[in-house]
């Protein structure tokens, strides 16, 4: 079949303006709707991905929470090694202590008795306190020059001589000895 028109030209030309100009504005809406739709899948991505950033920032407040708590317990580790060494090295200084008690009472001359002893602990030294008794001032006095020479003190003091009156030890006298641990080790 063939199509005829009867319009005059100018009507011609008015239908072919206007044919134009929707489908100028038929694309315009196509490129507004596309370009609606881009937006809309921009902002959905937007959307999700803060979503996902507040997660990960919440995660990552907890974790820091962890590490800080970590960084405690680890001190914490760390002050339990240390107490632990330091333990171990008294046990061991206490252990060689004893040799050293024994060493003393070997050069406590014979007629020197000891009615007590007392020891403390300290990081740096060993502060061991004698109760002794003896015949006369001179033997004490022996006394405390054979403790001075011994291997591993440091100190010795020793109080006033009190006198105990009657009986074959009449003068007694407290005896610090200072021991270094190192000297122990």
Do not use: H
Not at 105 to 121: C, F, Q
Not at 154 to 170: A, C, E, I, R, Y
């Amino acid at each position: 079949m063939y199509g005829v028109s009867l319009l005059p030209p100018e009507y011609k030309i008015q239908l072919q303006e206007s044919k134009r100009a929707r489908l100028v504005v038929f694309v315009a809406i196509v490129i507004a709707a596309v370009l609606l739709l881009v937006f809309l899948l921009t902002l959905a991505f937007r959307w999700n991905y803060s979503i996902q950033i507040s997660a990960l920032e919440a995660e990552q407040e907890q974790l820091q929470a962890v590490i800080s708590e970590l960084k405690d317990e680890e001190t914490i580790v760390n002050e339990v090694i240390n107490t632990s060494q330091n333990i171990n090295n008294l046990l061991t200084s206490a252990s060689k202590l004893s040799a050293n008690i024994v060493g003393i009472g070997d050069a406590l001359p014979d007629r020197v008795a000891v009615k007590e002893i007392s020891v403390e602990y300290d990081l740096q030294k060993i502060t061991g306190t004698l109760q002794l008794e003896a015949p006369d001032e001179r033997t004490l006095r022996e006394c405390v020059d054979q403790l001075r020479l011994m291997e591993g003190v440091s100190k010795v003091d020793w109080d006033q001589l009190k006198t105990t009156g009657t009986g074959l030890m009449p003068v007694s006298c407290n005896v610090t000895l200072e021991l270094q641990r190192v000297a122990l080790d």
